[in-house]
């Protein structure tokens, strides 16, 4: 059982990120080690070609990663990433980007997970991510 | 010597990336193995606590990059990003970022760069990233 | 249907790569997307407190994603690694190691993949990599 | 001015760690943000073509570091690896090594460093390293 669940993610967001704008994911799936949203890439994530960018794919896999977090332990605006590792895999189509995140480790103080994003319904991954993010200690 | 100058690196990104509102970069020093350039961040780059978010030390480290690239080798569009790690060291206030890249390897297919974002002119980094482009063969 | 089968990988690694010591790796399934072997760590690989060295688990991320690379192409001597990146997430006994390898993505120039090392068979990984291939264009 | 000087550096190394022989490592330069040594790659180190393994080079970056953390702050044998991320730029070929550590960030949790590995005195580096270790608290 996740200690927030979807709409609760979502309301946490439009909160304390307004600027995320949050009505533009859709969380599908959500327990205490996965995480799976779905976000529309819009025209200003694209760049030449019709693909989406690196730094909209980058900022999926951020936010995956802390929902993910969130979904665990409970509200904690002040998580915040030490480390992210991303390769780009294939080109990204403009349409609808499925973004899982899954925790490999929950400890005290550091977070880590892997986060793939697949275009719509594709098998193969467009990018895949290793996040950390630093859990601040008094909670 | 390098390949673009400064006004035809912001002339090419405001033609191909309309999107990354290049009135916003101001490019301080630019030779063939490295590139600097002063960008001020604005209300969108912020998240709670007035420090700028990671997605947007994500996207200038990867421009950073990018623009190194270019002016090493003349305008070739379609450099994409394969693999981005970046490490968050200090809390980033709002204000002047300014982005340095070197350049470690400029290869026939692969170029490795190393992206140190620093406030204003504080000497310590806020963050540092590592990047590599993949080089299109026909160019 | 893998390219290589785990007898053909061991002899190869045997041949090219003596200082390998393949003998001490045990090939438990191979396809071609997923390898799994079985090594046991011995005295050289222990740091205080007998737990397993950094170095003895990128060593096998290294050699998973190799023969993982192998098993899908065939027998490349000079394929090599470009990038690693490592996340160290539970001190690892003494004892048997299970190193898993995920194909992420199979190009005509570079490999992608992921490696969990496990020990024995518990089932939260010690340390999850990803690894990134060049593949030489003769072949 | 560092902690530990450079015999104290190997005398540690020495009683702690006998099995990375560190007779073989000769440190050129220390002070608290900076350190160099030396390593004279042996047969074991070398791979098809006689150029260094990735493995070893791994092993030297995260030596580098760690290395460069004791000098800094002092003899913390449990310092751990907890992200490393290197990327291989040009083949090494057999014969000296020079490794060379900078420290981006020292702080009370996690040390984060960057470790430029050349060939002999060639400026080029073969590798480059970012470096992740966790200090533990009660010291």
Redesign the interface.
């Known amino acids: 059982m996740p200690t927030m669940n979807a709409p609760e993610l979502i309301e946490f967001l439009g909160r304390?990120?307004p600027?995320s704008r949050p009505e533009r994911y859709q969380i599908e799936y959500v327990d205490d080690r996965r995480l799976v949203f779905r976000y529309q890439a819009n025209?200003?994530d694209?760049?030449?070609?019709d693909t989406v960018?690196?730094?909209t794919l980058?900022?999926l896999a951020?936010l995956g990663m802390y929902l993910a977090v969130l979904a665990a332990i409970g509200p904690v605006?002040?998580a915040?990433?030490?480390?992210?590792?991303?390769?780009?895999?294939?080109k990204p189509p403009a349409g609808d980007l499925v973004v899982e995140t899954l925790i490999?480790?929950l400890g005290r103080?550091?977070a880590?997970g892997?986060v793939f994003i697949r275009s719509g319904d594709a098998p193969?991954?467009i990018s895949?991510a290793?996040v950390?993010y630093?859990i601040p200690p008094n909670r």
């Open positions: 304390f990120f600027q025209h200003d694209l760049r030449p070609g960018s690196g730094p980058m900022a951020d605006a002040l915040v990433t030490t480390n992210l590792n991303i390769n780009f895999l294939r490999l480790k103080q550091l880590v892997e193969d991954p895949h290793t950390t630093s």
